[in-house]
Structure formats: C-alpha cells, structure tokens
C-alpha cells in the first residue's frame, strides 16, 4: 500500500508539472476567462441575482465546466498513447492502477482550481460596484414611459457557495469520465464529448426520472437546494422549476457512489487492458 501511494504521488507530480507547462493549459484558461467576461457585460444591465444563476447554470456547468475537464481528463491516459510513451511506464515496475489514480488526482486538482476561479470570476464579475448611471437600467413601463431602476449587485452568500460546490463537482466527476473513457478507447476525447453534449444533454432536458442517468441532474440539485428558486430566474425556466431535485447531501452522497464505482472501474481497467502501439 505504501509503494502505491509513493508511486501515485510521483506520478502526480510529474503530470501537474506536465500540464502546467502544456498548451492545453492555455486553452482552459481562455475557456474560464469566457464566463467572466460575458458576467461583466451582462451584469451592467442585469441584476446579479438573475446574471449568476442563468451564466452559472447555463454555460459554467453545462458548457466550460466540461470542455476544461474534458480536455484536462484526457491527458490521464490517452496523452502518453498518442505519444506513445505509455510503454516506458508499463515495462517499469509500476503499479498501473497508481498511475491511472496519481495522473487524475493532479489532473482533477487543474481543472478543479480552473472551474473553481472561473465562478468566482463570474460572481466578483456581476456584483462589482459600478459608478453613477452604470448602477441603474432603464425599464420601459405601462403607456410608454421609463423609469431608471438601480441594479441590484448584492448576491446571497448561499448562491455564490451553491455555484462553486456544483462547479469543483462537475470538475472531479467530468474530469474521471474523460480519464476512464482513455483507459478504454482510444478517442477518448472525441467520445467524452458526445457522451457529455450529446448523450448527457438529451438525458438532463427530458422529463421524467431518466435525468437522474446525468450528472447535470445533480448539479442543478447542488446548485438550486442552495438558495430560493422562487427568487431566481431559474425558476421561469420549466424543465428547473418542475423537476424534483435532491438536496445537497443527497446529491453529493450519490455522486460520490457513481465516483467511486468509475475510479474502481478505471483502475483495475488499465491494469488488464493491453495496449497496441501501431505505426
């Protein structure tokens, strides 16, 4: 057990290494910046409380939330075989479960800390104080007439927390989808993808309780058990309004399952799975 540990460890460190200094990284870091900066535009004319729930649900969790972990997670295993540098690994006496878990820990730690900022960025984005006339927004009343109302900045402290414990989740679990699939398949990525915008995005909109088969279900129950829905615009749209969400411990209990049983799968995938290297 120990050998394990001191073998996922390293192996940890050398991918956080590696990822910092790859071009990917680049590539996560103009997707987190893209909320921001939507955030800031839209929260001159919004309420903060109607910009973070529809930026946050709509494109952090459902959009930049798993293109980052998606493209993190596929460096776990399908990186060395395209570089074909995963038979250096192997012909060593290293434990192959370890460097499936060492490779996710860091990879899950980058594109935690990337989704994490990315919703911070979002909040800080649309509660900033602005000064004089950029405080207020014009609303066109009865009969023709406009008033100028004061945007409302100040967000609930449960909303903020709502969107970064759902964000750091789809991070940890969309980055083990992507790291599991390149155990199997070689186009792990391109198969993430469909599974997440495709197969997942059909699943998470459609009534009944197949939404419980997506990861998205559960995130818009982290998200929305965390604050008044009454009081959100999330609550207009009717496939949030009308599902029956859990709380957030049910959510994060289930999750956590799902989370365990795919890392079991992973690990003890890579250490059967046999891997051609073809020219």
Partial sequence: MLHFIQSAWLLSRLQMRSLLFSRRIIFCLLLAIAPIVIAWFAGAHQHA?????????????????????????????????????????????????????????????????????????????????????????????????????????????????????????????????????????KRAMILSLAYTFAVEGFLANIPGSTQKLSVQFYLRSLFSDSHEMEASILSKIPILSEATAYTSSEALARLGVAYLICLLIGAFGIRKRQYLMTS
Wanted: hydrophobic content about 50%; charged content about 15%.
């Fill in 49 to 185: 409380t109607e910009t973070v729930p529809f930026i946050g649900m709509f494109l952090v969790l459902q959009v930049i939330a798993p293109l980052i972990s998606l493209t993190v997670g596929s460096s776990v295993v399908t990186e060395e075989l395209e570089n074909r540098t995963i038979t250096y690994i192997f012909t060593r006496p290293t434990d192959r479960a370890a460097f499936f878990v060492g490779r996710l820990l860091a990879s899950t730690v980058v594109s935690s800390i990337l989704i994490a900022l990315s919703s911070l960025g979002v909040i800080w984005a649309a509660t900033y104080p602005r000064e004089g006339m950029a405080n207020l927004t014009r609303v066109r009343k009865r009969r023709g007439a406009n008033e100028m109302v004061e945007i409302v900045r100040d967000l609930p402290d449960d909303l903020a927390v709502g969107l970064l414990t759902a964000a750091t989740v789809a991070a940890v679990m969309y980055t083990l989808i992507s790291a599991g699939l390149g155990v199997f398949f």
